[in-house]
């Protein structure tokens, strides 16, 4: 490849922006069991000093997604200083998630639910979040609803679309014109017969009625099997639409897996689509600035239930900059010339070549000229953080779910 291309790739390695979730370093489970592990944070700061972590080894995970109520606790309420705690920190807090989804009241639905009361006490959150990221300086407002049914003919299904509508509206237009609000589908769970935002299609028209705030955000775990999910990456790219990702892998269902561990091809083929369709241009500030380019933020939304969570969270950063990587190195041009061509195999095999490539000597150069750690994963086993977190996170009560 020509030096000239080496340092386009490097350059656009070095701006991309990965935002690491609070909640993956807290404790998390299935519905079976959450299984406890020594040294888990025990308050949003901590959360904080553990993402620190990832983006001193990684150099480019400073952004840390919160999820409310799970980090509103207590003295770190207050989101202004909380804020300025990840400055110092040399992080910043990134999207807001909403949670309408943990209380008795939400049985039936949130913002769906038949019962204007619920609705408004679902909707008052929303709003409350929209003051948190006034305070934190977050763009971002991820929407993601638990609601559904389980049997049919229990509620009515356009009705739900009408309330959803309705609550959708209100709060976007609470946003502030640097704002926006991402909002996320999902096939099933923890509704079994239908969902009120299945699929990205439902996304996709909320959003356009809604207005250039609202866009879709595209977590990898919530398609059916096989689904094509780098046809809707580029579909939505395409039309503007595509506000954010939540990554992680998925074997069954909403596994949660690290990102990039079940299937790395596909992670290369959706990070192909998002370069393909400008989602990787620009510095990291003109991406994070609303109205600038795709603007597409690349979050991770993953738990880590039985591994160590500080390094599957480095060992995901450095998936996803794999399969970024390898997308840079797809020759367009050529891929063109075959594809004009009619040639199958040729357009094959120029992907399949990208893909095929070893990245990791590139990401350590990158990350080396960033200041970070040619080999994050070995850097932090070798820092004593592990230990640590374990000797001196003793007493409190650890987070996670609910906490
Ligand atoms: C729902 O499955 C989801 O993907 C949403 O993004 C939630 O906010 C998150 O998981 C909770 O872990
Ligand atoms: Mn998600
Ligand atoms: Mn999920």
Redesign the pocket.
Known sequence: MPEQDVAAVKTALKSQRIET?S?AYGN?GTRFKVFAQAGVPRTVREKLDDAARVQRHTGVAPVVAL?IPWDRAGADDDFTALASYAADKGLRLGAV???V?QEDAYKLGSVAHPDPAVRRKALDHLMECVDIMDATGSRDL?L?F?DGTNYPGQDDIRARQDRLAEALSAVYERLSEKQRLVL?Y?LF?PAFYSTDVPDWGTSYAHCLKLGPKARV?V?T??HAPGTNIEFIVAFLLREGKLGAF?F?SRFYA?D?LMAGAADPFQLFRIMYEVRAGGGLEGTAEERAAEGEGPGVAFML?Q?HNIEPKVPAIIRSVMNVQEATAKALLVDREALAAAQRAGDVLTANGVLMDAFNTDVRPLLADVREELGADRDPMAAYAASGWAEAIVRERVGGEQAG?GA
Do not use: L, R, V
Request: charged share 35%; with cysteine; aromatic share 16%.
């Open positions: 979730p909640w998390s999820h998630n909403a949670n989804f991820k993601w638990a996320e999902k769970e955000c977590d775990g919530h939540d992680n909403d949660d939304d738990c779910w």
